[in-house]
């Protein structure tokens, strides 16, 4: 089966811009948890959604959201981008969101 | 946040030795998870052990959940150089519908 895809890979943009990241989970896979992850900080979880409803939210600033779709899609979006948010962002789904998890290969955002 | 810390923050042994990586977390938990994670890139499960479970072996690989000490420990034997990788804990915090990651034990098989 398809693993998990995120989009795009690499992204480089500019500190105040926003950004639109996308994981598609794969088939039947009805949670997607989002993972910030830096060289300093290890892997923060930023949120998990299930079925289109948001269940937890890590300790992030409300710059950083997230949506589910019907075919749980989700994407993340992070506004007034700055330097500090660059990193690997990765993007895990799972069946109910504490089984095994399977992740995306990560979007690379660089803010300069 | 975080819930787990891994031990030690980094390891470097020979290939053919065994490799032992320790966990601790902090509150309740349902399952423990390990994860590898090569150069970044996305992480790749390896195993999952219950809070009911003692000890849990996957190939190579070795688990054990200590769930009074809130510790678990990562043995991989018979090292290979492809086994160099970052490894991390993952914790579900009781009531919480998902993972927690700690920050890793980078591991360095020499040839």
């Known amino acids: 089966k398809a693993g998990v895809t995120q989009t795009p890979r690499y992204l480089i943009k500019t500190r105040g811009q926003q950004v639109t990241l996308s994981c598609s989970p794969i088939s039947g896979h009805r949670s997607v948890s989002w993972y910030q992850q830096t060289p300093g900080q290890g892997l923060q979880f930023l949120f998990e959604?299930?079925?289109?409803?948001?269940?937890n939210k890590g300790n992030f600033p409300g710059r950083f959201s997230g949506r589910q779709f019907s075919n749980s899609r989700s994407e993340m979006n992070v506004s007034t981008l700055e330097l500090g948010d660059s990193a690997l962002y990765l993007c895990?789904?799972?069946?109910?969101?504490?089984?095994?998890?399977?992740f995306g290969q990560g979007t690379r955002l660089t803010v300069v | 946040s975080q819930q787990g810390e891994e031990d030690p923050q980094a390891l470097s042994i020979q290939e053919g030795e065994n490799a032992t990586m320790n966990c601790s977390y902090k509150t309740s938990i349902n399952n423990l998870q390990w994860y590898r994670q090569n150069s970044g890139r996305g992480l790749v499960h390896l195993i999952l052990i219950r809070s009911n479970e003692r000890e849990k072996h996957s190939g190579r690989l070795r688990v054990t959940l200590d769930t009074s000490k809130k510790s678990s420990s990562l043995l991989i034997t018979a090292s290979r150089a492809a086994d160099t990788a970052s490894y991390f804990c993952?914790?579900?915090?009781?009531?919480?519908?998902?993972?927690?990651f700690g920050a890793g034990t980078r591991l360095t098989v020499k040839p």
């Open positions: 993952a914790t579900d915090p009781a009531g919480a519908n998902d993972m927690r």
């Open positions: 959604y299930f079925s289109e409803t948001q269940r």
């Open positions: 895990a789904s799972s069946w109910t969101g504490v089984t095994e998890a399977f």
